[in-house]
């Protein structure tokens, strides 16, 4: 055999076996991305949905190799050492994040180069990665099954079934990820500004490189791969704050099945990260938070300043106004290292810090180059350095002003005693907790040391007591509770969920501190034989217990199993919302534009709609109409006609039996007295009238217009009795608002009109 040959059958095994291993991945992508696939998911279910299911199963494990692999390779460019998996985990995702708002700066997000790129990130990995082997115990093989089947049901219920249910997801999130796709760029295309979905989703990138050859869907599994991420957290953090292998051969069989135990606890708590949305960015800042207070709590490693500089600066990059919690991870840091004289540990407190600062100054900055304002959030402070001018080429500021009066009502004023209430019951809550545990602890320790003493043991000495890292996750948990009781923030309120992943943890480490002060003083207490197993036997006992109650529950209540095995979404348990009616004007209409007048809320599938023509149903505030409020909802009848002409828009949706008008639906072209004169109707159904522009042969019956005037002045009268006052008018003319004269209860009336 000539050597030529030898070199070809030696480069052949060297990848055919890299080609198989990759092989599968690439066959879910095709499945996924199949035209008509989120048709069927919707009204048709069966085959296509059980291969939609199995693909993602498939797949997911592959996005998370791809993103450890990431982390790898970023540690060996940078550091040249070996980190822990969490560690590859978050510094990866900090990278892709960074790596695709830049690619998409650039327009560059074609997916054949995010496609090669994570096929060499994947093969050099094939290359470098070393596997690493741990001690396979009982304990640990029964706490592990549980935790898959948990994982399980969360990615049944949560990842793989796409979010129909949330409107968000549907016209803010979702959207932006297919205009990414259709762009290749992060930036807008003139005929769709979606301004707001650019705020919240430019910075995202991991989303945006995934998003380029998988379906927007891909969101809800970029945030499962999150929440497995908190979870290591949470394993990581247990391991930190209470060292059980400490105490002795029995104690170290257990302790890595009961840290894994506590990170179960906390992720399939009510509240906890299982309730977040999955379709949206709230898991993934939740995750890069508590990898920062892991960061800072525990022990310095060389590479925990790349770790906290690189993965502050993506946070901040992707929304600034959540750096808040990083700059206050970094400051309890700070001060805690400085008392502690840790050199290193201030210095990566200080990475954290200066890391999220140098994010802030970038999102902010694009922001306001690219939109004319910083934020749109908090509206009240940007809004005094916003260019109008330049913003105009995107939206309205009149509407973001609209909503801060129509929103301002569900919002108490802001009160810091009540968030400090909370706060110092939050506090004397953990500690009542833990003085409960560390009493019940030492008593069954001084038991099980009198009927079952192990005379063989040879406990060794505890670590010296360690305040700092608990006084750490205990001012992370009470700020945050104190802002979100303070602030009423609906999105911080949201957010702040993730916190209550740190209240086990904060009990036991201080319940575990107690034990020491105990053990000092009493050693013999601690040599019984019975108590780790029966400390492991009341924790699996919880978790299976907290499975059951809570992502049990939902999943049997969502009908997770139904849709794995083929029914449609249209007749899941939760979903309510119709998207028949999208698929109906659709098909009547072909790509003519549609104006809806009211039913805002109930139009909501059809914003955006993969379904529909691309801009097909016009936004109320994110679209070419609202760019011109100020002449179609503001102006004259007159105006509006010519402008809404001016854009190709001939039809006009009115919901029958709904109230819910909107903006363009207040303005003076559809008053009573315009109506007959300007408009005939298109269609007249039992769901809705279809108007379009008045000629000679068409008009518009006595009954159309008497319905729509009363929906539309039965729609004044519940804004009016809601807020005092007409938003609407209060915004058109700049008249005054009383705050304390709403009643936001009266809105409820809107979507039936009673």
Not at 258 to 279: C, K, N, V
Not at 696 to 715: K, N, V, Y
């Amino acid at each position: 055999m000539t050597a030529a040959a030898v070199g070809l059958r030696s480069l052949a095994a060297t990848w055919s076996w890299r080609v198989l291993v990759l092989a599968p991945a690439a066959l879910s992508i095709w499945c996924l991305n199949r035209d008509g696939t989120y048709r069927a998911l919707l009204f048709d279910g069966g085959w296509t949905t059980r291969f939609y299911v199995l693909a993602w199963i498939v797949l997911t494990p592959y996005l998370g190799w791809f993103i450890m692999a990431t982390g790898r390779l970023t540690f060996s460019l940078i550091r040249n050492e070996d980190a822990q998996r969490v560690d590859e985990f978050f510094v990866g995702a900090a990278t892709l994040l960074l790596v695709g708002l830049g690619l998409g700066a650039l327009s560059m997000l074609y997916p054949q180069i995010v496609l090669g790129l994570a096929v060499a990130a994947l093969v050099w990995d094939t290359r470098s990665f070393k596997p690493r082997t741990f001690a396979v115990t009982f304990p640990l093989i029964a706490m592990s099954l549980l935790g898959i089947g948990f994982l399980a049901i969360v990615f049944l219920d949560h990842a793989v079934i796409p979010d129909v249910v949330s409107t968000d997801v549907q016209q803010l999130y979702a959207p932006y990820l297919a205009e990414v796709a259709r762009n290749r760029s992060i930036w807008l295309a003139a005929d769709n500004p979606i301004f707001s979905d650019f705020e919240i989703g430019h910075g995202n990138g991991l989303h945006l490189l995934l998003a380029t050859f998988l379906p927007p869907h891909v969101a809800q599994i970029v945030s499962f791969l999150y929440f497995v991420g908190i979870g290591a957290v949470i394993f990581e953090l247990a391991r930190t704050l209470v060292p059980l292998q400490t105490l002795g051969r029995r104690w170290e069989y257990t302790a890595p099945s009961i840290a894994l135990g506590l990170a179960i606890l906390a992720l399939a708590s009510d509240p906890g990260p299982q309730i977040m949305e999955f379709g949206k960015y709230h898991l993934q800042t939740a995750a890069l938070l508590l990898y920062f207070l892991l960061i800072i709590a525990r022990p310095s490693k060389g590479q925990d300043k790349l770790s906290a500089g690189l993965s502050g600066f993506a946070l901040a990059a992707s929304y600034p106004l959540y750096a808040a919690f990083a700059f206050l991870t970094s400051a309890v840091g700070m001060f805690t290292k400085a008392i502690q004289r840790d050199s290193q540990g201030l210095a990566k407190s200080m990475a954290l810090g200066s890391g999220a600062l140098g994010g802030c100054i970038l999102a902010f900055g694009v922001n306001y180059l690219y939109l004319g304002i910083p934020a749109t959030n908090p509206y009240s402070i940007f809004r005094h350095i916003a260019s109008t001018e330049h913003f105009s080429r995107f939206g309205s500021l009149d509407i973001l002003d609209y909503f801060v009066l129509s929103q301002s009502i569900g919002v108490d004023d802001f009160s810091i005693d009540g968030g400090l209430l909370v706060a110092m019951r939050q506090i004397k809550a953990i500690i009542r907790s833990a003085a409960l545990l560390a009493m019940t602890s030492c008593a069954i320790a001084f038991v099980d040391s009198k009927l079952f003493p192990d005379r063989s043991c040879r406990s060794r000495s505890w670590p010296p007591l360690n305040a700092a890292a608990p006084f750490i996750l205990i001012a992370y948990l009470a700020t945050v509770r104190f802002l979100d009781a303070t602030l009423k923030i609906p999105s911080l309120i949201r957010l702040s969920i993730h916190v209550h992943v740190l209240t086990p943890l904060v009990v036991i480490a201080i319940a575990f501190g107690a034990l020491t002060i105990v053990r000092r003083w009493a050693p013999t207490w601690f040599t019984g034989r019975a108590a780790p197993r029966l400390a492991f036997l009341a924790l699996f006992g919880a978790c299976a217990w907290t499975v059951y109650s809570f992502p049990w529950q939902s999943f049997k209540s969502d009908g997770a199993i139904r849709f794995a095995m083929g029914r449609p979404l249209d007749q899941m348990p939760r979903v309510s919302l119709n998207w028949r009616r999208c698929d109906e004007l659709q098909q009547s209409t072909g790509s003519e534009r549609i104006l809806p007048l009211n039913g805002y809320r109930a139009m909501v599938p059809c914003y955006f709609s993969p379904l529909l023509t691309r801009g097909k149903i016009i936004h109320t505030y994110e679209s070419d109409v609202a760019r011109d409020f100020k002449k179609i909802a503001l102006g004259t009848a007159d105006t509006a006609e010519a402008r809404l002409r001016a854009l190709g828009v001939n039809l006009f949706y009115v919901q029958k039996a709904n109230c819910d008008f909107w903006l363009n639906g207040f303005s003076d072209l559809f008053q009573r007295d315009e109506l007959a004169k300007r408009f005939a109707v298109r269609a007249d159904t039992p769901d809705y009238w279809l108007l379009t522009w008045k000629n000679d042969d068409q008009s518009l019956s006595p009954a159309a217009e008497a319905g729509i005037s009363e929906l539309r002045t039965r729609s004044k009268d519940i804004y009016r009795g809601a807020y005092g006052v007409e938003p609407f008018e209060v915004v058109k003319h700049h008249l005054s608002f009383d705050r304390k004269r709403a009643d936001p209860a009266g809105l409820d009336q809107l979507s039936t009109c009673r």
